[in-house]
């Protein structure tokens, strides 16, 4: 009947136009993933280039050296993009999945580069994996420095910051402690929600899409990230269960 030649036209109208959405959602993540790093990457080879430069001035290599690290910052603002457009427009953020055996070293060293980074801060560790738990370990990784990240943004200055990690029978278990200023409780309901940066500062840098990026990593392990802060104690809860 013509009722159902129009609702098949629509229906094939309707299905080309998810299809050309879906096309300028991997065009415009593709974008980011190269338009954008391939002149950060020139930029940075560059600098290298100057700091070889003889008889370079003391003050020329304190520029160099604060434009490597503005590179570095605009780079992980880029990563932070990725993540978002492709759990927001892509088909979620995508892991590579390892046995996890590798998980302890590679998270002493995530937090070794934090501390390198803000030598005045005081930063704990304590990481017992005596069990192997199946993740992405890049991810997991990038989850904590997050975490570790907001710690030092937000924890009392020159304050303790306690990192723990284990491992058991229930999977994979970590958390983030810090001393600061209680969050609300209408502030952590809303932590996780991408863009919303908490009790954001002038200086504060990125985009407010950390604590958000880390509870997708969370989410696509089958587990979750959640906060409590009581009494100016902030801590930050990771749980991964073992794989079935």
């Given at each position: 009947s013509a009722r159902d030649v129009t609702q098949n036209v629509e229906n094939k109208t309707a299905l080309a136009t998810k299809e050309?959405?879906?096309?300028?959602?991997?065009q415009f993540i593709a974008v980011l993933g190269h338009d954008l790093r391939n002149p950060l990457a020139a930029l940075q080879s560059g600098f290298r280039l100057l700091a070889k430069e003889d008889n370079l001035s003391e003050r020329g290599q304190s520029l160099i050296d604060a434009s490597h690290r503005t590179v570095d910052r605009m780079s992980g603002l880029i990563n932070d993009l990725?993540?978002?457009?492709?759990?927001?427009?892509?088909?979620?953020?995508?892991?590579?999945?390892?046995?996890?055996?590798?998980?302890?070293?590679?998270?002493?060293?995530t937090v070794q580069e934090i501390r390198a980074a803000h030598p005045g801060l005081d930063i704990t560790t304590r990481i017992d994996l005596p069990r192997d738990v199946s993740c992405d370990i890049g991810r997991i990784c990038q989850l904590c420095s997050n975490l570790v990240a907001n710690a030092v943004t937000h924890g009392?200055?020159?304050g303790l910051i306690e990192f723990e990690a284990e491992s058991g029978e229930f999977g994979l278990s970590i958390s983030v402690r810090n001393r600061g200023e209680t969050m609300t409780e209408q502030v952590m309901q809303h932590l996780f929600e991408p863009f919303v940066r908490e009790q954001a500062r002038p200086s504060q840098e990125g985009l407010g899409l950390g604590l958000f990026i880390s509870s997708e990593?969370?989410?696509?392990?089958?587990?979750?990230?959640?906060?409590t802060s009581e009494e100016g104690l902030t801590t930050f809860f990771l749980e991964v269960p073992r794989q079935r």
């Open positions: 050309e959405e879906a096309r300028l959602r991997e990725m993540d978002f457009a492709r759990t927001r427009l892509g088909s979620g953020l995508s892991l590579q999945i390892s046995d996890g055996s590798d998980l302890a070293a590679a998270l002493e060293a009392e200055a020159g990593i969370a989410k696509a392990h089958e587990g979750k990230l959640h906060v």
